[in-house]
T-cell receptor, first 111, second 113 residues
Framework: GESVGLHLPTLSVQEGDNSIINCAYSNSASDYFIWYKQESGKGPQFIIDIRSNMDKRQGQRVTVLLNKTVKHLSLQIAATQPGDSAVYFCAETVQGGKLIFGQGTELSVKP | ETGVTQSPTHLIKTRGQQVTLRCSSQSGHNTVSWYQQALGQGPQFIFQYYREEENGRGNFPPRFSGLQFPNYSSELNVNALELDDSALYLC????????????FGEGSWLTVV
């Protein structure tokens, strides 16, 4: 069936280091892949997305890489800050907007 | 600030009761979706509304129902509440013409006792 999963449930990094969060997906028909950040007690916050016909997309301090050959998605955060501490979800969109989420990776930034 | 607002933020209900959760979508968005997020899990798709009609449904029983109004606000109704319905309920709005622009509200925390 359709699924989006994450390789690691937790990730701890030092402030200033780069973070890489990985994700595997199984549905080749998805149109977009999206990364969300969710802080405790809040709703998911859109970070960045990438269309299925792209390999890489950059935002402010974040980069998303898509490898369709191995169905792998990653989020890179440069110069990680304490405010980046949160749970990060990858999600894929199918059928015009339905999102399929993975379990999430908890990012902890040590000062 | 996503422009998606939900109410109430927290509520407690008794098993067997009914609950209505409300959402106001971001201006200009024409789809509204609802998600259930259990503690420690990713959000699970309940259903989506487009032009006031249900347009896709996840693996949830019929006692989960919804409405979308002409002003793109929406309601999620859950009948015959069960203990396992305790979760964060998230509303998300999007633009059907741009499948990636999906923004979430802060959610409604439902506890069923």
């Amino acid at each position: 069936g359709e699924s989006v999963g994450l390789h690691l449930p937790t990730l701890s990094v030092q402030e200033g280091d780069n973070s890489i969060i990985n994700c595997a997906y199984s549905n080749s028909a998805s149109d977009y892949f999206i990364w969300y950040k969710q802080e405790s007690g809040k709703g998911p916050q859109f970070i960045i997305d990438i269309r299925s016909n792209m390999d890489k997309r950059q935002g402010q301090r974040v980069t998303v890489l898509l490898n369709k050959t191995v169905k792998h998605l990653s989020l890179q955060i440069a110069a990680t800050q304490p405010g980046d501490s949160a749970v990060y979800f990858c999600a894929e969109t199918v059928q015009g907007g339905k999102l399929i989420f993975g379990q999430g990776t908890e990012l902890s930034v040590k000062p | 600030e996503t422009g998606v607002t939900q109410s109430p933020t927290h509520l407690i209900k008794t098993r067997g009761q009914q609950v209505t959760l409300r959402c106001s979508s971001q201006s200009g968005h024409n789809t509204v979706s609802w998600y259930q997020q259990a503690l420690g899990q990713g959000p699970q798709f309940i259903f989506q509304y487009y032009r006031e009609e249900e347009n896709g449904r996840g693996n949830f029983p019929p006692r989960f129902s919804g409405l979308q109004f002409p002003n793109y606000s929406s309601e999620l109704n859950v009948n015959a509440l069960e203990l396992d319905d305790s979760a964060l309920y998230l509303c998300a709005s999007g633009d059907r013409g741009h499948g990636n622009t999906i923004y979430f509200g802060e959610g409604s925390w439902l506890t069923v006792v």
